[in-house]
Structures are given as structure tokens and as C-alpha cells.
């Protein structure tokens, strides 16, 4: 059927009432439905995902993903840090992303019990109570009446009616039920529905979302407070071991033994490692102070338990996921975000349907039922009505192009749905690959990094020995000890970049969410309450 262009008028509908039903009037509304049904564009868009990963996986994984998505929701309770758990869980239950998202979960449950409501008949209860009267009655015929006097009472009439005389009032009470069904011809209200459904399990989908990129930023923020001790341990060191070389370059100096150039040499190298000191401390404290905000524990709390676990325990070496995909569209499949933003294409595909349906005519049956009763002085009267109809049918002619702008409209953000999802499939894969690319690069250096630590360690005892024994002089020894400082630095950053290269591996992958069985997503969304 061709659509109505838009003019410049008034909006004009015209309304057709059957009082009965007709077989040729259902038979050629039938037809209408078959030739004017609304047409959505696809609920499904073609992403692009590739055919395989770029980026090697780390050795250890499971090939194929074996579908465990339990595994990885359990994930954190294996790394056998119970404070990390106890972290974790805080953050989520503190999280206004967590609360917003249960939030829409109960708007968009509330939108899709509405849109389902209005396939359904309405029933509505009406009553209503009025009180009339005080009229003057009015003589059947005239009489005779003194023209003398000129009075003007009332005269009695030839009947014994009483003109001028004022009538009873009467009470009337009313009570009844009132339905109404518009018959869904064309879809409209049936898309709105369907539309509604998707959305509302989108809603949990993306609630699932935020519990992952909590747990996910609060492992992270844990992780980089545990290397930031490491690391203060290891500037500690540095710095005990600068003062005790300062206190014998100052012993030896006054026995004349140490030149007091070399002595102003190391008491700088120890100012230095100090100030090193309480720089490294006050980071640690802005990273328990982000836990803190997180989390929402007491911070006096929260300090004791991370000061009763020794850095030397932190989940610094954590645990594989195993559980990634060969295939990168298994591992997308276990994303909420991406199956949210699916599922956003299948609503707005909907919405378009149903602002499709509004060109096309609408079919409405009403009903009453209804008790009157009459009162008046010394009469009472009751009546019963109802009816069935009128069966109306709505047809938009005229309507100043809103119908056409809201068609726009809905395929504007239809497009804008399948452009967020493709781009959204395109993120996923980045992260998957980038932090599949960490891991690989942390596994491949940190054999070195051991060797390079282990190797400065020794060379600084050599030069330790030497110096203790006058072989070597100041400046071998600090530029020892600074090599083994600058190693130990960069093998505990390597620590933390693994560990953070698994946490993203563990966002990126949908931390442990597994979509809805696609039967029973569907019958929930067909589901009329």
C-alpha cells in the first residue's frame, strides 16, 4: 500500500462504526492487514569480527574455549587472595554504576509490563451521583382568574395541576464498567512489546557489565597498591644501603682514609634514595586512598588488612584464565556489552516497525455495562443497560507529517544502534587482542628480568667485596647499586603489567557472563503479562 504524503493541514482522521460485526468487513480488514503490514529492517547486522586472533594465545589456555563460563566467573576466589574477593565484592555493592544499572533493569522491566498491558482489554469502573429538580410545572390548560384584582398566585387548573408550583427533585445514581480493546492489525502495539522485551534483557546484560568493570577496576587499583609496597620495599632497600655506605664514607673521612668529595657523593646518593622513599610511600597512600573510595570500607580497616598481608603475597603472578576462544566470535559471544548492544539493533529494529504500523488504520471494540437508578419523593426506578461497540476504525489522513518524522526518526536511531554495535564488536576484539599482546610480551621478558636481577645482584656484591677490601672505588660501587635498583624497579612494573594484562584479558572476555539460551530469551520476549 502506498504511503500518504504530508500537507500542510490540520490532522483529519476518519472514523468508521460497525454496530455488528460483517463477514465482508472482517474479511476485507484481513486483506488490509496482509497488504500493509509494517516491515522492520533486519533485527540482526553483520559484525566484523575476524576469523582468528592476531596476537598468539599464552600457553596454557584451552583450545577450543570449552564453554566453562563458570570458571571464569570463579575466578578471583582461585588467585588465593581472600582480601581481593572481600574487595571485589564491596566495590560492587558501593558501585553507583552497579545501582544505575539495577535501576534501568527495573525501568525497563516497568516499560515492558506497560507495553504488554496494552494488547490487553482495559476495564475501568465509573460511577456517578446528580441531584436535579425545582422546576415550576406548567397548567395543561388555561382557566379563568380575577383580571380584577390583577393577583398573581397561583390558580388551580381544570386537572386539579397546581400552576406555579414548584416539582420534586430527583436523584440519580449511576455505577458500571466501561472496556476497551484496540485490535493490534497491524503490529504496532505488538512492536512496542517486542521492542520493550529486548530492551529489558539488554538491561541485565549491561548490569552484568558494570559488576565486571567494577570487579575489574578494583582488582586493578588492589594490584597496583601491592606492587607499589613491592616497589617501596625495594626503594627502602636501596636507601638503607645508600645511609649505611654514607655512615662508613663519613667514618672513614674523618680517619682521613675517604677524600670529602667522595663522602659529598654518597651522603647525595642517600639524599636521593630517601626523597625516592617518601615519594614511592605517598603513592601508595593515593592508591589505598582509591581502594578506600571504591570500596567503601573505613580506611583504617582497609589500612590494617592490606598491611597484615605482606606485599611478598600480592596477586602479582595470577592465575591463567583458560577459557578463551580460538575463534573470536565464541569469545564475543560471552561479552554483555556486545549481546546488549545486539540485542539494542533487534529493539530499535522494532521501534521501526512500530512507527511503520502508525500509517496504517486502527481497529478499536468498546463495552459497557451499567446500573441506573432514579429517586425521587415517594418514586424510586432502576434500570440496567449495556452494550457491545462501537467496533471503530481509526484512519490517519491528514497529520502534519508527524507520522512520517517519526518513521525517520526511529530508522535514525535504528542506524545509530547498528553503527554503536558494529563499533562495539570492534572494541571487544582490540581489547581481547591488546591484552592477549601483553601477555604475551610480559611472558617473553620475564625470564630476563629475572636474569638481569639476579646478575646486577651479584655484580653488586663483587663491588661491595671490592670496595670493603680498597679494590674498587665509590663510583663502581653506586653505579652497581644502581643497576640492581633499576632492574628490581623494572621487574616489579613487569609483575604488575602481567597482572593487569590477565585482569583485562578477564574484562575483555565478559568475566565470566554466559548469554541467555536464545529459546528461552525469546520466549521471555513473547511472553504478554
Same mark, same amino acid.
Given at each position: 500500500?502506498?504511503?500518504?504524503?504530508?500537507?500542510?493541514?490540520?490532522?483529519?482522521?476518519?472514523?468508521?462504526?460497525?454496530?455488528?460485526?460483517? &463477514?465482508?468487513?472482517?474479511?476485507?480488514?484481513?486483506?488490509?492487514?496482509?497488504?500493509?503490514?509494517?516491515?522492520?529492517?533486519?533485527?540482526?547486522?553483520?559484525?566484523?569480527?575476524?576469523?582468528?586472533?592476531?596476537?598468539?594465545?599464552?600457553?596454557?589456555?584451552?583450545? %577450543?574455549?570449552?564453554?566453562?563460563?563458570?570458571?571464569? !566467573?570463579?575466578?578471583?576466589?582461585?588467585? &588465593?587472595? %581472600?582480601?581481593?574477593?572481600?574487595?571485589?565484592?564491596?566495590?560492587?555493592?558501593?558501585? %553507583?554504576?552497579?545501582?544505575?544499572?539495577?535501576?534501568?533493569?527495573?525501568?525497563?522491566?516497568?516499560?515492558?509490563?506497560?507495553?504488554?498491558?496494552?494488547?490487553?482489554?482495559?476495564?475501568? &469502573?465509573?460511577?456517578?451521583?446528580?441531584?436535579?429538580?425545582?422546576?415550576?410545572?406548567?397548567?395543561?390548560?388555561?382557566?379563568?382568574?380575577?383580571?380584577?384584582?390583577?393577583?398573581?398566585?397561583?390558580?388551580?387548573?381544570?386537572?386539579?395541576?397546581?400552576?406555579?408550583?414548584?416539582?420534586?427533585?430527583?436523584?440519580?445514581?449511576?455505577?458500571?464498567?466501561?472496556?476497551?480493546?484496540?485490535?493490534?492489525?497491524?503490529?504496532?502495539?505488538?512492536?512496542?512489546? #517486542?521492542?520493550?522485551?529486548?530492551?529489558?534483557?539488554?538491561?541485565?546484560?549491561?548490569?552484568?557489565?558494570?559488576?565486571?568493570?567494577?570487579?575489574?577496576?578494583?582488582?586493578?587499583?588492589?594490584?597496583?597498591?601491592?606492587?607499589?609496597?613491592?616497589?617501596?620495599?625495594?626503594?627502602?632497600?636501596?636507601?638503607?644501603?645508600?645511609? /649505611?655506605?654514607?655512615?662508613?664514607? /663519613?667514618?672513614?673521612?674523618?680517619?682521613?682514609?675517604?677524600?670529602?668529595?667522595?663522602?659529598?657523593?654518597?651522603?647525595?646518593? =642517600?639524599?636521593? !634514595?630517601?626523597?625516592?622513599?617518601?615519594?614511592?610511600?605517598?603513592?601508595?597512600?593515593?592508591?589505598?586512598?582509591?581502594?578506600?573510595?571504591?570500596?567503601?570500607?573505613?580506611?583504617?580497616?582497609?589500612?590494617?588488612?592490606?598491611?597484615?598481608?605482606?606485599? =611478598?603475597?600480592?596477586?602479582?603472578?595470577?592465575?591463567?584464565?583458560?577459557?578463551?576462544?580460538?575463534?573470536?566470535?565464541?569469545?564475543?559471544?560471552?561479552?554483555?556489552?556486545?549481546?546488549? !548492544?545486539?540485542?539494542?539493533?533487534?529493539?530499535?529494529?522494532?521501534?521501526?516497525?512500530?512507527?511503520?504500523?502508525?500509517?496504517?488504520?486502527?481497529?478499536?471494540?468498546?463495552?459497557?455495562?451499567?446500573?441506573?437508578?432514579?429517586?425521587?419523593?415517594?418514586?424510586?426506578?432502576?434500570?440496567?443497560?449495556?452494550?457491545?461497540?462501537?467496533?471503530?476504525?481509526?484512519?490517519?489522513?491528514?497529520?502534519?507529517?508527524?507520522?512520517?518524522?517519526?518513521?525517520?526518526?526511529?530508522?535514525?536511531?535504528?542506524?545509530?544502534?547498528?553503527?554503536?554495535?558494529?563499533?562495539?564488536?570492534?572494541?571487544?576484539?582490540?581489547?581481547?587482542?591488546?591484552?592477549?599482546?601483553?601477555?604475551?610480551?610480559?611472558?617473553?621478558?620475564?625470564?630476563?628480568?629475572?636474569?638481569?636481577?639476579?646478575?646486577?645482584?651479584?655484580?653488586?656484591?663483587?663491588?661491595?667485596?671490592?670496595?670493603?677490601?680498597?679494590?674498587?672505588?665509590?663510583? #663502581?660501587?653506586?653505579?652497581?647499586?644502581?643497576?640492581?635498583?633499576?632492574?628490581?624497579?623494572?621487574?616489579?612494573?613487569?609483575?604488575?603489567?602481567?597482572?593487569?594484562?590477565?585482569?583485562?584479558?578477564?574484562?575483555?572476555?565478559?568475566?565470566?557472563?554466559?548469554?541467555?539460551?536464545?529459546?528461552?530469551?525469546?520466549?521471555?520476549?513473547?511472553?504478554?503479562?
Amino acid at each position: 500500500m502506498g504511503t500518504l504524503s504530508a500537507v500542510d493541514r490540520p490532522s483529519l482522521d476518519v472514523r468508521c462504526t460497525f454496530q455488528v460485526w460483517r &463477514g465482508p468487513v472482517c474479511a476485507a480488514l484481513a486483506a488490509l492487514s496482509s497488504a500493509c503490514a509494517s516491515m522492520r529492517p533486519p533485527a540482526q547486522v553483520p559484525s566484523a569480527a575476524p576469523a582468528a586472533w592476531h596476537a598468539s594465545l599464552p600457553h596454557g589456555m584451552q583450545l %577450543p574455549h570449552d564453554g566453562s563460563s563458570t570458571a571464569l !566467573a570463579g575466578w578471583w576466589a582461585r588467585q &588465593g587472595d %581472600p582480601l581481593l574477593v572481600d574487595l571485589i565484592e564491596a566495590a560492587q555493592a558501593q558501585s %553507583p554504576n552497579v545501582a544505575s544499572a539495577a535501576a534501568r533493569i527495573a525501568e525497563a522491566r516497568s516499560a515492558r509490563a506497560a507495553a504488554g498491558a496494552a494488547l490487553l482489554p482495559t476495564l475501568d &469502573g465509573v460511577g456517578s451521583v446528580g441531584r436535579s429538580g425545582g422546576g415550576v410545572a406548567t397548567a395543561s390548560a388555561p382557566t379563568a382568574t380575577s383580571a380584577s384584582t390583577g393577583a398573581s398566585a397561583a390558580t388551580v387548573t381544570e386537572n386539579g395541576a397546581t400552576a406555579g408550583a414548584s416539582s420534586a427533585p430527583v436523584t440519580t445514581w449511576q455505577a458500571g464498567l466501561q472496556t476497551r480493546w484496540e485490535i493490534d492489525l497491524f503490529g504496532r502495539l505488538r512492536s512496542n512489546r #517486542d521492542a520493550a522485551a529486548l530492551r529489558l534483557v539488554g538491561a541485565d546484560a549491561r548490569w552484568h557489565q558494570a559488576r565486571v568493570s567494577v570487579a575489574a577496576e578494583t582488582a586493578t587499583t588492589y594490584v597496583d597498591e601491592r606492587a607499589c609496597q613491592r616497589q617501596t620495599g625495594v626503594v627502602a632497600s636501596d636507601s638503607n644501603s645508600r645511609a /649505611e655506605t654514607l655512615r662508613l664514607s /663519613e667514618l672513614s673521612m674523618r680517619a682521613g682514609f675517604t677524600a670529602p668529595a667522595d663522602t659529598a657523593l654518597v651522603r647525595a646518593g =642517600a639524599a636521593d !634514595a630517601s626523597a625516592r622513599l617518601t615519594q614511592q610511600r605517598g603513592q601508595c597512600a593515593l592508591l589505598r586512598n582509591a581502594l578506600v573510595a571504591l570500596t567503601g570500607i573505613n580506611a583504617g580497616a582497609l589500612g590494617q588488612r592490606l598491611d597484615a598481608a605482606p606485599p =611478598a603475597t600480592a596477586p602479582l603472578a595470577m592465575t591463567t584464565i583458560g577459557s578463551v576462544s580460538e575463534v573470536p566470535a565464541g569469545a564475543l559471544a560471552q561479552r554483555p556489552d556486545v549481546f546488549a !548492544a545486539e540485542l539494542e539493533v533487534a529493539a530499535a529494529s522494532a521501534a521501526v516497525g512500530a512507527a511503520e504500523a502508525e500509517r496504517y488504520p486502527r481497529l478499536a471494540l468498546s463495552g459497557s455495562i451499567s446500573a441506573l437508578q432514579l429517586r425521587t419523593s415517594g418514586f424510586r426506578s432502576s434500570f440496567d443497560t449495556w452494550s457491545i461497540g462501537p467496533l471503530a476504525l481509526t484512519l490517519p489522513l491528514l497529520n502534519y507529517g508527524s507520522i512520517t518524522g517519526n518513521i525517520e526518526a526511529a530508522r535514525a536511531r535504528y542506524d545509530e544502534a547498528a553503527a554503536l554495535y558494529r563499533a562495539n564488536v570492534r572494541q571487544a576484539v582490540s581489547e581481547v587482542e591488546q591484552a592477549l599482546i601483553n601477555l604475551q610480551s610480559s611472558d617473553a621478558r620475564s625470564g630476563d628480568a629475572r636474569s638481569s636481577v639476579d646478575n646486577f645482584e651479584v655484580a653488586l656484591r663483587a663491588a661491595q667485596a671490592r670496595y670493603d677490601s680498597g679494590l674498587a672505588n665509590l663510583f #663502581d660501587l653506586e653505579s652497581a647499586r644502581r643497576l640492581v635498583f633499576v632492574a628490581q624497579t623494572a621487574q616489579v612494573s613487569l609483575e604488575r603489567e602481567r597482572a593487569e594484562a590477565w585482569i583485562a584479558l578477564y574484562r575483555a572476555m565478559g568475566g565470566g557472563w554466559a548469554r541467555p539460551d536464545s529459546e528461552a530469551a525469546q520466549a521471555t520476549a513473547s511472553i504478554t503479562p
